[in-house]
């Protein structure tokens, strides 16, 4: 059983960066792909970018790309989303999750199967 818990949310400007971070626990990290979703309110949980097992390969929604960075720290245990160039459309609360079936980057919320309990993001216009 795998304990996600992330960090690194709050309010930013337009323009502005952040960090996100998930520390995971209770299982062996590096066989899980981990992912970053979001959800914003009245809306449903959408894929952010999801990373392999070992960093190599990373995928990206298209809303994200080229403005956020996903990377991982094995040693640490460790997930980061490095979120660059805000928008107010990014508002969301992000959650971070893992995926068993490490051989695959899963871009849906249901192939996840652990999940943190979420960090608000708010970008401000």
């Known amino acids: 059983q795998v304990q996600l818990v992330e960090s690194g949310g709050g309010l930013v400007q337009t323009g502005g960066s952040l960090r996100l971070s998930c520390a995971a626990s209770?299982?062996?990290?590096?066989?899980?792909?981990m992912g970053w979703f979001r959800q914003a309110p009245g809306k449903e949980r959408e894929f952010v970018a999801a990373i392999s097992w070992n960093g190599g390969k990373s995928y990206y929604a298209d809303s994200v790309k080229g403005r956020f960075t996903i990377s991982r720290d094995n040693a640490k245990n460790t997930v980061l989303l490095q979120m660059n160039s805000l928008k107010p459309e990014d508002t969301a609360v992000y959650y971070c999750a893992a995926d068993r079936e490490y051989y695959r980057l899963a871009t849906v919320a249901p192939e996840y199967d652990y999940w943190g309990q979420g960090t608000q993001v708010t970008v401000s216009s």
């Open positions: 209770g299982g062996p990290f590096y066989d899980y792909t």
